[in-house]
């Protein structure tokens, strides 16, 4: 496999909204981490 090298970010925002990103990554068994990483995947073609 070839090494990655990953980068952090932050992101800002509202109580309400960071439960509502952890309660979609549940419902998809996957980590907020891969919800993302799945999400950019599919925007990015």
Do not use: P
Not at 3 to 23: P, S
Request: net charge positive.
């Amino acid at each position: 496999m070839a090494e990655r090298h990953l980068e952090n970010i932050t992101v800002t925002m509202t109580k309400e909204k960071k439960k509502a990103l952890k309660q979609a990554a549940l419902g998809n068994d996957v980590s907020v981490s891969a919800l993302i990483r799945l999400w950019l995947e599919k925007v990015s073609g």
